[in-house]
């Protein structure tokens, strides 16, 4: 028994673990039911203007890159593809249906460095901020090509729409 009782403390510890992370993890999403449902893609939101492929990171507080918003599946990485047009943003994720931010809810589009589980080179990251129901959220990309033209294009979206 003696070889048995630390093994059994062991697992008993990583049960509580992973329970706690669950619970908090649920804790999390039901604090952000305010936010509501994701605005579905209009019909006719104009013709593209850029087109990125890049890892869906995070969706966080506006200007705080360590609270994740894990509302609305929002909570997990993915692949992405994002479309700029002169409407708004479409962002598809692998295994969801494609939400769209209008461009009168852009904040700013700009590029960073960092984010909640994410450290990339300098500026290597881009950031959409964007109001999403009462809360302005930033959602952060890491882009397989050159970000320039996206963020150009999706910067002047918010210029336009200011």
């Known amino acids: 028994m003696d070889r048995y009782l630390p093994s ?18 649920r804790a999390r999403s039901r604090a952000q039911g305010d936010l509501g449902d994701l605005p579905p893609v209009p019909a006719a939101p104009g013709d593209v203007l850029a087109t990125a492929h890049g890892l869906y990171v995070a969706t966080t507080d506006f200007q705080q890159p360590l609270e994740r918003v894990t509302a609305r599946g929002l909570g997990f ?3 992405a593809e994002i479309r700029v047009a002169p409407a708004g943003i479409t962002v598809g994720l692998t295994g969801r249906e494609p939400f769209f931010i209008p461009r009168h809810e852009l904040r700013a589009v700009q590029r960073a460095t960092w984010t909640i589980d994410k450290a990339v080179e300098k500026r290597g990251l881009v950031v959409i901020s964007w109001l999403w129901g009462e809360r302005d959220v930033d959602t952060y990309f890491r882009l397989d090509d050159d970000p320039g033209e996206f963020v150009a294009a999706a910067a002047a979206l918010v210029e336009v729409g200011q």
């Not at 509580?16 to 669950?22: E, F, N, S």
């Open 77 to 79: 990485r993915s692949r």
């Open 8 to 25: 059994i403390i062991i697992g008993a510890v990583f049960v509580l673990a992973i329970v706690g992370m669950y619970l908090g993890w």
